[in-house]
């Protein structure tokens, strides 16, 4: 008999050799009918592979990432099924899951694939998944997969398999198709019910353009067809959300090529929304101790030898700054914490005034390929809300909640609510990967589950996703349409400490190395404001908004009013504009509603009179008159229910 320990700590027997669909069938058979996959200990498993010994079982579903990734990876098998059927001799490069969907990278020859192509994939994918096909593993030895894939002619398989270890080699089949493939998969094809091909695109083999172009295929697939309908919608939205549409319409920000690929232009109005977001943050970190500090934007390489960065991002860095004096090589540099620790050396440090948290609005600089820039998402200089707290072991813990309280402060205020946070931890079989020793992994480790587990944060465990020299705590966010982003990361470093030779003074009176604390709310301010926009559909919290107010006089009569109204709000720092057009007040309400301005204020001859404006909210409509100093307590009452919650 073995041990199966479950999610929620409960322990099952079971005899040796029992399958994870057999835990599932021993708990209930709704649970057996809705598995796709396991996670046995920290790998996932195909269903009908035997456990031999004790271990931890999760069984996954739909509901689970890692379940969804198994049916993605199972549909991309389907994909390649179906076109093997109707591009016969089509060869076949990789296939993996990606974040939504999947893709395969295959040779059709001489044949092209378009858009037209399409519907008739689909349907030959849901008539091979009713099928009812399983997915079978096979293991081969290499002498078997060569000989496979040569009697085949895919040469895109044979410079796969040369690569892999003889005995590490396994197939799939499903129906009549094999592939070579690691796994896991699903059951069988009858799980998937609904099938989009989404796009097609070119891809070098390997990545690598001297190598030929291959056809990528991008798909979705979905268990029920009103999922897919779901996604589909939520697609179309997306495209109306998407940043660099409303950037370009909300007048942003702009990119030039003659500045650069990958360097944005702050336009006005989307540079006081990101100082908006600056004072918010500034104000947060003064009031839990952090001291603002501001370093140059470029650095020696010898400071990036020392830190790791040259030998980790000197392939993606600008190319070396060369000055007269021989030998002399400056970097734009990748990222602010070298510099913070030249900071915290430039004097002795005593263990009374430890904590020492350093913050900087600092902007950092990676040559990211073209074919990877993406709006603001993916950029070339970007500004990161950094900060480095360098404390001692016994004060990891404290610091870690307080900067915990500041990134959900973050979210409240800016309304992220469907959060997860993970716990990066390393992996206790291959502790070789990381630096340090047990004892302080351990201690840096039990704090941040500690920490977690006293802020009551909803988190998942992932061992072998931290950094090499240290734990960390990432916050997964879903935003208004589902989509998952990470905003927010904790980083515990011993790394930097020792490359630095950075100390304080114990109470011992000894020398003794401080652990360094990273942490980005935000992480990179481009990144962010791009996940803002797509998040809230240009409808900025009021706080934050460009503008927060239109005052719309009915005609000419009344501009001189409107401008008094304007600089009363001025006066209380409520930001907006007089719209003095020549234009009917219906179209000015028109254009304001399209450029997302929270508040319409409209003045006429009565307001004039009494002093007051109308009201009208966007996307909503008239809320009566009020006088201006009850607009101003109305405004401020607004934002002070999100920033002092």
């Known amino acids: 008999m073995i041990d199966i320990t479950l999610p929620d700590g409960s322990v099952r027997q079971y005899e040796q050799g029992v399958t994870s669909f057999e835990v599932a069938q021993s708990i209930s058979e709704g649970l057996a009918r809705n598995v796709l996959a396991a996670k046995v200990n920290d790998t996932v498993w195909d269903l009908s592979r035997p456990i031999n010994e004790n271990a931890r079982v999760q069984l996954l579903t739909w509901n689970d990432d890692l379940g969804k990734n198994a049916f993605w990876h199972s549909s991309a098998h389907l994909l390649a099924e179906a076109l093997e059927e109707l591009y016969p001799g089509v060869k076949f490069g990789i296939g993996p899951p990606v ?19 399409f519907a008739k994939v689909e349907q030959k994918m849901l008539e091979l998944a009713r099928n009812k096909n399983e997915f079978k593993r096979r293991e081969v030895s290499k002498a078997e997969a060569i000989e496979y894939f040569t009697q085949k002619g895919d040469e895109y398989k044979l410079d796969l398999i040369k690569d892999l270890a003889d005995g590490t080699i396994s197939f799939y089949e499903q129906g009549k198709f094999v592939d070579l493939c690691r796994g896991p998969h699903i059951p069988n094809t009858s799980h998937i019910k609904a099938a989009k091909i989404m796009n097609v695109a070119g891809a070098y083999w390997r990545g690598d353009e001297k190598n030929k172009q291959l056809t990528r295929i991008y798909g979705v697939t979905f268990p029920k ?14 495209k109306k959300r998407d940043h660099r549409k409303l950037g370009k319409e909300l007048e942003l920000f702009a990119f030039s090529e003659k500045v650069g690929m990958g360097l944005p232009l702050w336009l006005p109005k989307g540079t006081l929304l990101r100082e908006r977001l600056e004072q918010f943050m500034r104000k947060a970190q003064m009031r839990a101790g952090y001291q603002p500090v501001v370093t140059p934007h470029i650095g020696s390489k010898e400071l990036y030898v020392t830190s790791g960065h040259y030998e980790k991002y000197g392939a993606d860095s600008f190319q070396p700054i060369k000055t007269p004096n021989e030998g002399e090589e400056f970097f734009l540099k990748p990222m ?13 440090r005593s263990y009374k005034e430890l904590p020492v948290r350093l913050a900087e609005f600092g902007t950092v600089y990676r040559y990211e390929q073209s074919g990877e820039l993406h709006g603001l998402t993916r950029v070339r200089g970007f500004t990161q809300d950094d900060a480095h707290i360098f404390c001692r072991p016994d004060q990891v813990k404290e610091e870690f909640i307080k900067v915990i309280d500041l990134v959900l402060y973050v979210f409240q205020a800016l309304g992220f609510e469907d959060y997860t946070a993970q716990i990066s931890l390393r992996d206790p079989e291959n502790k070789k990967k990381y630096i340090g020793g047990d004892e302080a992994w351990e201690k840096a480790e039990t704090a941040i589950i500690e920490a977690a587990e006293e802020k009551g944060l ?23 349409l589902g989509r998952k982003w990470q905003l927010g990361t904790i980083q515990v470093d011993y790394q930097l400490p020792e490359r630095f030779q950075l100390e304080y003074i114990g109470a011992d009176n000894q020398r ?17 404001v791009a996940v803002l926009i797509e998040h809230c559909g240009g409808n900025f919290p009021l706080w934050l908004s460009p503008d927060q107010f239109a005052i719309l006089p009915i005609s000419e009569k009344y501009q001189d009013f409107a401008q008094e109204v304007y600089e009363r709000l001025q006066q209380h720092d409520i930001r907006g504009f007089v719209d003095n ?33 109308s009201v009208r909210k966007h996307g909503e409509g008239d809320l009566g008159a009020m006088s201006v100093e009850e607009y101003i307590s109305f405004f401020q009452g607004k934002v002070a229910e999100v920033l002092n919650k």
């Not at 067809?225 to 997306?238: I, P, S, Y």
């Not at 602010?336 to 030249?342: L, M």
């Not at 909803?458 to 208004?480: H, I, Q």
């Not at 020549?582 to 003045?603: F, S, T």
Request: hydrophobic share 30%; charged share 35%.
């Open 512 to 528: 003794h190395r401080p652990v360094m604390i990273h942490r980005a709310p935000f992480g990179s301010l481009e990144r962010f």
């Open 225 to 238: 067809q009103k999922e897919l309908t779901e996604h589909l919608q939520r697609l179309e939205e997306a």
């Open 581 to 613: 057009r020549d234009e009917k007040i219906g179209r000015k309400i028109r254009d304001a509603e399209v450029q997302k301005v929270p508040y319409m204020l409209i003045v006429g001859e009565k307001e004039q009179e009494n002093g007051a404006v």
């Open 99 to 117: 974040e939504n969907g999947f893709y395969y990278d295959v040779d059709l020859g001489e044949r092209t694939f378009s858009q037209e192509d």
């Open 458 to 480: 909803r988190t998942v465990t992932e061992l072998g996703e931290a950094a090499f020299y240290g734990p960390k705590l990432d916050f997964m966010v879903k935003d208004a």
């Open 336 to 348: 602010n914490c070298p510099h913070h620790c030249e900071i915290y050396k430039t004097r002795p």
